[in-house]
């Protein structure tokens, strides 16, 4: 069976662990490998100096669409499998074995950010992202918007350039709060945990509705009042 998660990287792993137990977040594997998870979204935390922030796709075998992908994008090997990009540059890891956690998703998500809608991906080639993640198996879930989700409902949202007006880190999780965000973001700065940006733009009283932060390798969260 697939399974999709999101991957980061950590030089001091209890530094990322710290993070994001700070955020809320649960650690649900300890080790071998680290994933942490607010009950929707989950997130592996690599020590390897090698990895980027990403995706890693769990499956026994890639071989029935490893041509197909290479007519997209360039296909390299790695220790696990095969290492390829979208169009917007975001590292995905193809990784050929069975993930081995039982990771259920709860009906709501249980950090601080609030409510979890999955990740974002700016990128200057929609069409080619798009069917990368088809090749992947991924399905248009949205008839009027590029969002795609796989058969555990892993949700991928595609953006082109100049519709958001902000810091955008590839790839970002994706949390809409709305009304309520203005709590979630003072609960933030009551907890000390660093703001990359505070955003006015949406707001004609220049108040900060919305935020951006980054894990300690850089992974981008979009906590907004959508």
Not at 10 to 20: A, F, G, M, T
Not at 49 to 76: A, H, M, W
Not at 81 to 99: A, Q, V
């Amino acid at each position: 069976m697939t399974k999709t998660l999101i991957q980061t990287r950590s030089n001091r792993l209890q530094d990322s662990i710290d993070y994001y137990l700070r955020l809320g977040f649960e650690v649900i594997a300890d080790s071998s490998p680290t994933i942490v998870s607010d009950g929707k979204a989950f997130i592996e935390i690599s020590e390897s100096p090698y990895v980027r922030p990403g995706l890693i796709i769990y499956k026994s075998d890639f071989i029935s669409i490893v041509s197909e992908l290479n007519k997209l994008t360039n296909v390299q090997n790695h220790t696990d499998g095969h290492l390829i990009t979208d169009g917007s540059g975001t590292w995905i890891y193809l990784t050929e074995k069975e993930f081995e956690c039982d990771l259920q998703a709860k009906a709501e998500s249980t950090s601080l950010l609030g409510n979890y809608m999955g990740i974002c991906i700016e990128t200057i080639d929609l069409s080619k992202s798009a069917k990368i993640f088809e090749i992947l198996g991924f399905k248009q879930s949205t008839p009027e918007w590029p969002s795609f989700s796989d058969e555990n409902g892993f949700t991928i949202t595609l953006f082109e350039p100049y519709n958001c007006p902000h810091l955008f880190f590839n790839p970002s999780l994706t949390y809409f709060n709305g009304k309520e965000n203005l709590k979630v973001i003072e609960k933030i700065r009551t907890l000390n945990i660093p703001i990359t940006e505070e955003i006015t733009h949406f707001n004609e009283q220049g108040i900060v509705d919305n935020i951006v932060l980054r894990d300690p390798s850089g992974l981008g969260f979009l906590v907004f009042n959508d």
